[in-house]
């Protein structure tokens, strides 16, 4: 069996030592830089209020950290970890697909022809909901990888609490 890219970089940061790089897809993977911040990610619940049995939209912000931003939901290369959104199931709220905005096409300094698929300083996910009347909150992750002008990073997940009253 002919290990993928993927399994390579795995074995790489179990392999290499904290603070050393390995190259993955094509741009250095920092496996723990000292200037790297523990969250690329920034989120913080915003009570919101929609329709009770009715459709509705609930906006989820997002703050990418200054300097990094992250692959957007659809990477124009296979070989980069799309950022997703994964809802847990809450009672009286039927969620729907999270609608992801486009993103902001993005070259390394490495190889200027090739474009990246990305989100930068903030974005903000819709996602469609009928909910029974009352107070909500539902628990979901937002998985992303990270990456500066020169090199990515190992993916990460961000603890989502989506609060919100339906009347």
């Known amino acids: 069996m002919r290990p993928t890219l993927f399994t390579l970089g795995l074995l ?26 523990k969250a ?9 209020s929609v329709a009770a049995n ?3 939209e609930l906006k989820i912000r997002f703050q ?6 992250i692959n957007s939901h659809t990477p124009k290369s296979k ?11 809450a ?22 022809n090739e474009k990246v698929d ?16 009352g107070e909500h909150s539902m628990d979901a992750t ?3 990888q990270a990456c500066d002008s020169a090199s990515c990073y190992p993916p990460k997940t961000l603890p989502v609490k989506i609060l919100f009253t339906a009347r």
């Open 40 to 48: 690329y990610v920034l989120y913080a619940a915003e009570p919101q």
């Open 79 to 89: 070989f980069m970890i799309p950022t997703a959104l994964t809802l847990q199931p």
């Open 91 to 112: 009672t009286g709220v039927k969620p729907g697909t999270p609608e992801f905005p486009v993103g902001q096409l993005f070259s390394f300094t490495f190889d200027p």
């Open 142 to 144: 937002l998985k992303y």
């Open 118 to 133: 990305v989100y930068a300083g903030s974005f903000t996910v819709k996602l469609p909901v009928v909910a029974a009347a």
């Open 64 to 69: 990418i950290v200054q300097g990094f931003h």
């Open 12 to 37: 790489a940061a179990v392999v290499l030592s904290p603070g050393a790089t390995a190259m993955y897809c094509g741009a250095q993977l920092n496996m723990s830089s000292p200037a790297a911040p």
């Open 54 to 56: 009715k459709q509705a």
